[in-house]
Protein backbone atom coordinates (compact mmCIF):
# COMPACT_ATOMS: atom_id res chain seq x y z
CA UNK A 1 0.00 0.00 0.00
CA UNK A 2 1.80 3.55 -0.61
CA UNK A 3 2.00 6.39 1.86
CA UNK A 4 -0.27 8.55 0.12
CA UNK A 5 -3.38 5.43 -0.10
CA UNK A 6 -2.68 4.66 3.30
CA UNK A 7 -2.96 8.51 4.33
CA UNK A 8 -6.23 8.53 2.55
CA UNK A 9 -7.69 5.71 4.06
CA UNK A 10 -6.44 6.88 7.74
CA UNK A 11 -8.30 10.14 6.64
CA UNK A 12 -11.86 8.71 5.73
CA UNK A 13 -11.85 6.44 8.71
CA UNK A 14 -10.95 9.55 11.36
CA UNK A 15 -13.76 11.58 9.40
CA UNK A 16 -16.23 8.37 10.68
CA UNK A 17 -15.24 9.79 14.15
CA UNK A 18 -16.02 13.12 13.99
CA UNK A 19 -19.29 14.41 15.83
CA UNK A 20 -22.03 14.49 12.50
CA UNK A 21 -19.97 12.40 10.34
CA UNK A 22 -22.33 9.36 10.51
CA UNK A 23 -26.02 9.47 10.56
CA UNK A 24 -27.84 11.23 13.89
CA UNK A 25 -30.35 10.16 14.63
CA UNK A 26 -30.90 6.68 16.73
CA UNK A 27 -30.50 3.12 14.67
CA UNK A 28 -33.19 1.01 13.88
CA UNK A 29 -32.77 -1.49 16.86
CA UNK A 30 -31.38 0.77 19.14
CA UNK A 31 -33.60 0.54 22.71
CA UNK A 32 -34.97 4.13 22.92
CA UNK A 33 -34.49 6.63 25.12
CA UNK A 34 -37.44 6.82 28.18
CA UNK A 35 -38.43 9.90 28.88
CA UNK A 36 -41.38 12.30 30.32
CA UNK A 37 -42.29 15.23 29.82
CA UNK A 38 -45.29 18.13 29.55
CA UNK A 39 -47.98 17.21 26.59
CA UNK A 40 -51.59 18.63 25.26
CA UNK A 41 -54.34 17.07 23.68
CA UNK A 42 -56.71 19.37 23.12
CA UNK A 43 -55.52 22.49 24.48
CA UNK A 44 -55.55 20.38 27.92
CA UNK A 45 -52.11 19.62 29.41
CA UNK A 46 -50.89 16.34 30.96
CA UNK A 47 -47.60 14.65 31.92
CA UNK A 48 -46.43 12.47 28.69
CA UNK A 49 -44.14 8.87 29.83
CA UNK A 50 -42.79 7.21 26.84
CA UNK A 51 -42.48 3.76 28.98
CA UNK A 52 -46.09 3.99 29.76
CA UNK A 53 -47.47 4.82 26.65
CA UNK A 54 -45.43 1.31 25.38
CA UNK A 55 -47.57 -0.51 27.46
CA UNK A 56 -50.37 0.42 25.41
CA UNK A 57 -48.65 -0.80 22.09
CA UNK A 58 -46.28 0.92 19.93
CA UNK A 59 -45.74 4.35 19.38
CA UNK A 60 -44.92 7.09 16.80
CA UNK A 61 -43.07 9.43 17.81
CA UNK A 62 -42.61 12.18 15.94
CA UNK A 63 -39.90 15.09 16.25
CA UNK A 64 -40.41 18.42 14.45
CA UNK A 65 -38.67 21.76 14.02
CA UNK A 66 -41.03 24.37 15.62
CA UNK A 67 -44.97 24.74 15.84
CA UNK A 68 -47.42 26.94 13.46
CA UNK A 69 -44.51 26.69 10.09
CA UNK A 70 -45.49 25.37 6.98
CA UNK A 71 -43.90 22.11 6.86
CA UNK A 72 -44.57 21.06 10.59
CA UNK A 73 -48.13 22.30 9.88
CA UNK A 74 -48.70 20.13 6.72
CA UNK A 75 -47.30 17.31 9.06
CA UNK A 76 -49.66 17.86 11.91
CA UNK A 77 -52.71 18.14 9.52
CA UNK A 78 -51.23 14.49 7.87
CA UNK A 79 -51.01 12.76 11.58
CA UNK A 80 -54.47 13.96 12.62
CA UNK A 81 -56.18 12.82 9.32
CA UNK A 82 -54.50 9.34 9.72
CA UNK A 83 -55.31 9.20 13.61
CA UNK A 84 -57.64 6.46 13.22
CA UNK A 85 -55.54 4.33 11.09
CA UNK A 86 -53.12 4.55 13.70
CA UNK A 87 -55.48 3.53 16.27
CA UNK A 88 -56.88 0.54 14.02
CA UNK A 89 -53.36 -0.66 14.31
CA UNK A 90 -53.04 -0.56 17.72
CA UNK A 91 -50.64 2.76 17.65
CA UNK A 92 -49.88 6.40 19.19
CA UNK A 93 -48.87 9.23 18.25
CA UNK A 94 -47.24 12.22 19.90
CA UNK A 95 -45.02 14.81 18.36
CA UNK A 96 -42.38 17.12 19.99
CA UNK A 97 -40.81 20.18 19.49
CA UNK A 98 -38.68 22.54 21.67
CA UNK A 99 -42.12 25.24 21.42
CA UNK A 100 -43.15 25.43 24.51
CA UNK A 101 -46.14 23.84 26.57
CA UNK A 102 -48.64 27.26 25.60
CA UNK A 103 -47.33 26.63 22.16
CA UNK A 104 -47.94 23.27 22.03
CA UNK A 105 -51.53 23.51 24.11
CA UNK A 106 -52.35 25.91 20.95
CA UNK A 107 -50.59 24.00 18.10
CA UNK A 108 -52.56 20.41 19.63
CA UNK A 109 -55.96 22.08 19.18
CA UNK A 110 -55.24 24.19 15.69
CA UNK A 111 -53.10 22.13 13.98
CA UNK A 112 -53.67 18.30 15.32
CA UNK A 113 -57.23 18.90 15.30
CA UNK A 114 -57.74 17.90 18.65
CA UNK A 115 -56.57 14.21 17.60
CA UNK A 116 -53.30 13.37 18.82
CA UNK A 117 -50.74 15.07 21.74
CA UNK A 118 -47.68 17.22 21.05
CA UNK A 119 -45.14 17.65 23.36
CA UNK A 120 -41.87 19.13 24.89
CA UNK A 121 -38.48 18.02 23.53
CA UNK A 122 -36.22 19.47 26.01
CA UNK A 123 -32.80 19.77 24.92
CA UNK A 124 -32.07 16.47 26.64
CA UNK A 125 -35.12 14.91 24.81
CA UNK A 126 -33.34 16.04 21.53
CA UNK A 127 -29.81 14.93 22.82
CA UNK A 128 -31.21 11.42 23.98
CA UNK A 129 -32.97 10.92 20.16
CA UNK A 130 -29.91 12.33 18.47
CA UNK A 131 -32.00 15.01 16.66
CA UNK A 132 -30.34 18.31 16.75
CA UNK A 133 -31.28 20.59 13.67
CA UNK A 134 -28.13 21.65 12.93
CA UNK A 135 -27.18 24.70 10.15
CA UNK A 136 -25.09 24.40 7.49
CA UNK A 137 -21.75 25.02 9.37
CA UNK A 138 -22.61 22.37 11.74
CA UNK A 139 -23.88 25.48 14.68
CA UNK A 140 -26.85 24.40 16.90
CA UNK A 141 -29.92 25.70 16.17
CA UNK A 142 -31.58 24.68 19.23
CA UNK A 143 -34.64 22.39 17.31
CA UNK A 144 -35.00 19.43 16.41
CA UNK A 145 -34.76 17.94 13.16
CA UNK A 146 -37.92 16.44 11.59
CA UNK A 147 -37.46 12.76 12.28
CA UNK A 148 -39.95 9.93 13.33
CA UNK A 149 -39.81 6.49 14.92
CA UNK A 150 -41.36 4.08 14.90
CA UNK A 151 -40.78 2.35 18.75
CA UNK A 152 -42.16 -1.10 19.72
CA UNK A 153 -44.05 -2.59 22.70
CA UNK A 154 -40.50 -4.00 23.57
CA UNK A 155 -38.38 -0.32 23.63
CA UNK A 156 -37.06 -1.08 20.44
CA UNK A 157 -36.84 1.63 17.41
CA UNK A 158 -38.51 -0.04 14.37
CA UNK A 159 -38.21 2.86 12.12
CA UNK A 160 -36.29 5.51 11.88
CA UNK A 161 -37.34 7.91 8.75
CA UNK A 162 -35.54 11.41 9.11
CA UNK A 163 -36.58 13.59 5.96
CA UNK A 164 -37.03 17.60 6.38
CA UNK A 165 -40.24 17.02 3.63
CA UNK A 166 -43.10 16.47 6.20
CA UNK A 167 -44.78 14.14 2.93
CA UNK A 168 -43.87 10.81 3.39
CA UNK A 169 -43.53 10.71 7.36
CA UNK A 170 -47.39 9.55 8.18
CA UNK A 171 -47.00 7.29 5.30
CA UNK A 172 -43.66 5.57 6.71
CA UNK A 173 -44.73 5.37 10.31
CA UNK A 174 -48.09 4.04 9.27
CA UNK A 175 -46.66 0.95 7.02
CA UNK A 176 -44.24 0.36 9.90
CA UNK A 177 -46.99 -0.16 12.79
CA UNK A 178 -49.02 -2.30 10.27
CA UNK A 179 -45.92 -4.42 9.68
CA UNK A 180 -45.57 -4.79 13.54
CA UNK A 181 -49.63 -6.16 13.59
CA UNK A 182 -49.55 -9.40 15.30
CA UNK A 183 -46.27 -9.25 16.74
CA UNK A 184 -45.29 -8.91 20.18
CA UNK A 185 -43.49 -5.59 19.71
Known amino acids: MTKSRLTMMLFGLSA ?95 DCRDKFPVGVASPAIIAAYDVHLKKPDGSATGVSSRTSYVIGRDGKVKLVYSQMNPNEHVARTLAAVKALRGKHH
Open 16 to 110: LALPGALPAELPQGAAAPDFTTQGALAGKVFTYNLKAALKKGPVVLYFYPKSFTQGCTIEAHAFAEATKDFKAAGATVIGLSADTIETQQEFSRK
